[in-house]
């Protein structure tokens, strides 16, 4: 697998043609759209007081605003300057100077005032602190004083009583490692993080579909390809610089075909900044676009392939790449017998698109020798998640689309580095190359010099559900070690979350800024760490981007802002090693940076080579060009494996809309804009279709509240072109009303897409106290969201 090589980046496409402008006239006037140079003006002024060293991260450091990845200004894909304002809008976290004393220490209620955004803007953590229960105001600690509490406590508790997580905030691969075998080494499996909150059911699914887990392909084979498809992905608005690849396509007749259940404005139109003829003209994106039903996408891709047996009954051939399937596949008579049980009716209703129009992408499809399919959240948050993403690759198994130039299966992660988690280990369900099956135990065990805990961990759902056990319960959490992360806005039913993050005795909070989660009480203490950012660690780090490129991102000197008592993660977490097992700390122990990777390219096997990233624009990518190369996948017979899945049940009651959360201008929780530069939603803005919104007779603007049993959401209503039944929300505005403790079954990822039912605001205003509060809410009661 992966001889072929990547070869570098091109030139895109030259030419004009007028035929993808959106408008003839210059700059967007008049079309609501981002203003690029006004924002980057913004940030030039906002980090002022450390211009020389936000360049040089800009021009020297590998970006940490999302996971398409580039090491400076220069990427893998195309030739010329690569920046967005993604990558601007984070600059001020790494150059910006401590908390204002008189400010971090106020009262607690005064700074729970502030919203995360303005916590934000208050600057850096200066110093470690603690907050006692009872406590009013955060205190000043030693780094020593802050790390005898934590490792006194782990002392004193059952390894099963305390857990570890990591975001995915400019984390660096040699920190996720470090963190991975030290929580190992201190006995505990509790170990989760961010990118698989976002992206397991893909892991999972690509493993037991092709034995890979991650994507197969590039972003270079996005040019050229027939048909790139993308499948609830607003790649646009998450990676923009990856608009420019998506022109770079159409120039070379790529057709580019947008399923979501949102006409999504940023996937319709762009103006790419740094291509003159689309930054005056606009570029329109999507070629077509399938509004579906959220949760629909199973039964869609039912049909797609339905059709194509149909076309096969015609003519042997014209659907199917037999040659592909009987060399390279599996369970070809199963998932045919699966797809022909499904009835047309059953597929349009739960897809919510046409026949009609299910046949033409399935034979446009079926025509095309190539294709890419790129997903991101849409797919990948419900609790069939896995089962979405087999079914995506079952349509690629029955093409051949895999293993070659133009063609592959791209899960299209968000933020930058989230793809070395896994592989690092940093999660419950695997170790560093590889699972949890013994030969790989012994493996690791070897590698490592101690034993592992053998106990299956829990993922941060279940965990943060463990927080609220009896006291005397073996697997109640009592301690919780964040390395970032803000569960309040990330997570499902944040009434929950506050209350389970309450309940700990002890919560800590390694850092580079406070954010709401980190004002929560704590029954003991909460402790804050000071983290280096990625460019200030020693010896530097690296990063993993979603195409399976590894890139070095050197130490930057010259932070006039710099954070004195900041630590580099992975240091802090062998200290707390050296407090906790003084006699073996060793093990876990590196003399630096350098150390970590060496041993990292012995403990998994694909990243032999990320020992000789050294300087500033090294960069390898594991695996080759293409996984699964040739249709030989890396599973036992080094075949696919088809696998049938049923159309999900919805259990939508009648009169209830399935509800999405979606982001804004936003880093993940980190809002960047209160207005939605592509669409002008505000952030309680409802995205509802206008004929369900007069149905209820709600007018464009109006106030409205969308509730079911989990919560009430009062916003206003905005006229979208979404599909009837379905309404959008911001995340994580709208967590209030998605549940906790629903998760799709194989990969543990939580349930983000719920019903809910929708009403005028006045009407529910003037009927609550009769009508709502206190009835339940029985047609949505026994909904299993
Ligand atoms: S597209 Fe992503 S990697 Fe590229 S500059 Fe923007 S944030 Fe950074």
Same mark, same amino acid.
Not at 19 to 29: A, C, N, Q
Not at 606 to 617: E, F, R, T
Not at 721 to 724: F, V
């Given at each position: 697998m992966g001889q072929t090589k990547h070869t570098g980046p091109i030139k895109l496409p030259k030419g004009i043609q007028p035929?993808?402008?959106?408008?003839?006239?210059?700059?967007?006037?008049g079309k609501v759209k981002p203003k690029h140079i006004r924002d980057t003006m913004k940030v030039v002024w906002e980090n002022k007081d450390n211009l020389s060293y936000a360049k040089n991260i800009i021009t020297k450091g590998v970006c940490?605003?999302?996971?398409l990845g580039v090491s400076g200004?220069?990427?893998?894909?195309?030739t010329g300057p690569h920046l967005c304002t993604t990558r601007l809008n984070v600059l001020r976290l790494n150059t910006m100077p401590a908390i204002k004393e008189e400010i971090l220490h106020s009262d607690i209620d005064e700074l729970r005032k502030l919203s995360s955004t303005e916590l934000r803007k208050l600057?850096?953590?200066p110093y470690p602190l603690i907050r006692r229960a009872g406590e009013r105001k955060f205190s000043r600690i030693s780094w020593d004083e802050a790390m005898d509490i934590i490792a006194g406590k782990m002392k004193k508790?059952?390894?099963?009583?305390y857990a570890f997580y990591l975001t995915?905030?400019?984390?660096?691969n040699e920190t996720y490692y470090v963190a991975a075998k030290v929580a190992r080494f201190l006995g505990t499996n509790h170990l989760d993080n961010a990118s698989r909150i976002c992206h397991s059911p893909s892991k999972t699914a690509l493993n037991r579909s092709?034995?890979?887990?991650?994507?197969?392909?590039?972003?270079?084979?996005?040019?050229?390809?027939d048909v790139l498809l993308f499948w609830g992905s607003v790649a646009s608005n998450s990676s923009p610089v990856s608009t420019k690849y998506m022109l770079a396509a159409k120039k070379k007749g790529t057709k580019i075909i947008v399923i979501n259940p949102y006409r999504e404005p940023a996937m319709d139109k762009?103006?790419?900044?740094?291509v003159p003829e689309s930054a005056l003209f606009g570029t329109k994106i %999507? +070629?077509? =676009?399938?509004?579906?039903?959220?949760?629909?996408d199973i039964a869609f891709m039912h049909g797609i392939m339905k059709h194509w047996f149909e076309m096969e009954e015609k003519e042997y051939g014209s659907a199917i790449n037999h040659e592909f399937v009987q060399a390279h596949v599996n369970g070809y008579e199963e998932l045919k017998a699966k797809v022909q049980e499904q009835s047309w009716d059953a597929i349009v209703q739960s897809s919510g698109v046409a026949k009609e129009r299910i046949i033409e992408l399935s034979e446009l499809l079926a025509k095309s020798k190539n294709a890419v399919f790129a997903w991101a959240l849409g797919l990948t948050m419900h609790s069939f998640a896995t089962d979405n993403i087999s079914q995506v690759a079952n349509l690629a198994l029955l093409r051949g689309f895999?293993?070659?130039?133009?063609?592959g299966l791209m899960?299209?992660?968000?933020?930058?580095?989230?793809?070395?988690t896994g592989e690092m280990g %940093? +999660?419950? =369900?695997?170790?560093p190359g590889g699972g949890w099956d013994k030969k790989n135990v012994e493996r690791i065990e070897k590698l490592w010099g101690f034993e592992l805990p053998k106990w299956q961990g829990d993922i941060v759902g279940v965990s943060l559900e463990n927080?609220?056990?009896?006291?005397?319960?073996?697997?109640?959490?009592?301690l919780y070690y964040l390395s970032g992360g803000n569960f309040l806005e990330t997570m499902p039913n944040p009434k929950f979350v506050e209350k389970a993050l309450a309940n700990l005795d002890i919560r800590i909070h390694q850092d580079i800024i406070l954010n709401t989660s980190t004002l929560v009480d704590a029954k003991e203490a909460v402790i804050v760490l000071p983290a280096k950012t990625r460019y200030e660690q020693e010896g530097g780090g690296t990063s993993t981007s979603t195409e399976r490129m590894v890139y070095f991102s050197p130490e930057i000197e010259?932070?006039?802002?710099?954070?004195?008592? %900041?630590?580099?993660e992975w240091k802090i977490y062998i200290d707390l090693a050296k407090r906790v097992k003084?006699?073996?700390?060793h093990l876990v122990d590196f003399k630096d940076a350098q150390a970590i990777r060496e041993e990292i390219a012995k403990a998994n096997p694909?990243?032999?080579?990320?020992?000789?990233?050294?300087?500033?624009?090294d960069v390898f990518q594991w695996g080759?060009?293409?996984?699964?190369?040739?249709?030989?996948?890396?599973?036992p017979d080094g075949k696919g494996n088809l696998i049938p899945v049923d159309i999900p049940s919805?259990?939508?009651?009648?009169?209830?809309f399935y509800i999405t959360t979606r982001r804004g201008k936003q880093f993940n929780s980190m809002?960047?804009?209160?207005?939605?530069?592509?669409?002008?939603?505000?952030?309680?803005?409802v995205l509802i279709n206008p004929e369900d919104a007069k149905r209820l007779n709600i007018l464009d603007g109006e106030g409205i509240v969308v509730y079911n049993e989990h919560g009430t959401f009062q916003g206003k209503a905005r006229y979208a072109?979404?599909?009837?039944g379905n309404i959008g929300l911001h995340f994580p505005e709208g967590n209030v009303l998605i549940p906790q403790?629903?998760?799709?079954?194989?990969?543990g990822i939580p349930q983000y897409s719920v019903a809910a039912k929708v009403e005028k605001a006045e009407r529910y205003l003037a009927e609550k106290d009769t009508k709502?509060?206190?009835?339940?809410?029985d047609d949505l009661e026994d909904t299993p969201a």
């Open positions: 035929k993808f402008w959106v408008s003839p006239i210059p700059f967007g006037l940490d605003g999302c996971a200004l220069y990427d893998q894909t195309l600057g850096r953590i508790l059952d390894p099963k009583q995915s905030r400019g984390i660096t092709l034995g890979v887990g991650a994507s197969t392909c590039n972003y270079k084979d996005w040019i050229g390809t762009y103006w790419i900044p740094s %999507a +070629d077509d =676009f399938y509004q579906i039903n959220i949760g629909g895999i293993g070659r130039k133009n063609n899960p299209f992660r968000g933020h930058s580095s989230v793809q070395g %940093a +999660d419950p =369900f695997v170790l927080a609220m056990l009896p006291d005397d319960h073996e697997r109640k959490l009592k010259g932070n006039k802002n710099r954070i004195k008592e %900041a630590r580099a003084p006699d073996t700390a694909n990243y032999d080579g990320i020992q000789y990233l050294k300087k500033q624009g080759g060009a293409w996984l699964c190369e040739d249709g030989i996948c890396p599973t919805l259990d939508k009651p009648d009169g209830t809002v960047f804009k209160e207005v939605d530069p592509f669409n002008d939603a505000e952030r309680y803005d072109e979404i599909t009837k403790g629903i998760y799709d079954g194989p990969s709502y509060l206190e009835k339940r809410i």
